[in-house]
């Protein structure tokens, strides 16, 4: 099925270790984000990829890097895992940078827990 | 830093009754897409209703329609005939423009809708 895929659905790590989140999309989407989900709050931007070759900070990123590895793909690597990192976290694509009608297609998340 | 507020962290309703969501934001741009997400126990972020800022007539999407005041950047989601499957976290999501951020999206808090039989 179309869409976006994130792997994995849930990970546990212990503080400084580190990893990375994958993000995929089949929709030749030119745009690709990462936003982070704790609890009683909406998404906050960590970074995104306007378009392949290029990736900008979003609102919270922080203990953040991101690779834009090809069109598809966009990653999320954590390299020193915090307890304040314990998130859901979604990837989500677009057709444009700017979003129109369409606005985000969201994967299903990853439920990320720090101890 | 441009905002968004959902003042109500929870509503209820009654199946087959109607209810209203409400919403503000703020945005210096004059046109601008605005978003309304459903997030069921799933997790799963699904696209509920979209508005054009431009467009003076309300979005409807079947059941779900939208109260748009452009001028009070008010954007309020009434959902008719409330289902059990309703039932879910909601979030507004306005275009977010400005600085470093332009062209995203930024979400609300969010409202817990629960849905009685």
């Known amino acids: 099925n179309a869409g976006v895929t994130q792997t994995p659905k849930f990970q546990v790590l212990k503080t400084g270790q580190s990893m990375t989140l994958q993000c995929a999309q089949d929709?030749?989407?030119?745009?690709m984000y990462w936003y982070r989900q704790d609890p009683g709050m909406g998404l906050r931007l960590i970074y995104y990829s306007a378009s392949e070759g290029t990736t900008d900070k979003g609102e919270v990123p922080n203990g953040y890097n991101v690779s834009r590895l090809n069109k598809r793909e966009f990653s999320l690597r954590l390299e020193s895992a915090a307890p304040s990192q314990t998130s859901v976290y979604f990837c989500?694509?677009?057709?444009?940078?700017?979003?129109?009608?369409?606005?985000?297609?969201f994967g299903s998340g990853t439920r990320l827990t720090v101890v | 830093a441009q905002t968004v507020t959902q003042s109500q962290p929870e509503m209820s309703v009654q199946e087959a009754e109607t209810v209203t969501l409400s919403c503000t934001y703020d945005?210096?741009?004059?046109?601008?897409?605005l978003f309304w997400y459903k997030q069921p126990p799933s997790r799963q972020m699904i696209l509920v209703i979209r508005q054009e800022a431009y467009k003076q007539q309300n979005a409807t999407e079947n059941r779900f329609s939208v109260n748009f005041q452009k001028a009070a950047k008010s954007f309020s989601l009434k959902i008719s005939d409330s289902q059990l499957g309703d039932a879910a976290m909601y979030f507004c999501?306005?275009?977010?423009?400005?600085?470093?951020?332009?062209?995203?999206?930024?979400f609300g808090q969010g409202t817990i809708l629960t849905v009685h039989p």
């Open positions: 989500a694509s677009s057709s444009q940078a700017l979003p129109g009608q369409d606005g985000y297609t």
């Open positions: 999501a306005p275009r977010r423009d400005g600085g470093t951020s332009y062209g995203k999206l930024t």
């Open positions: 929709m030749n989407h030119n745009s």
């Open positions: 945005t210096s741009e004059s046109d601008y897409y």
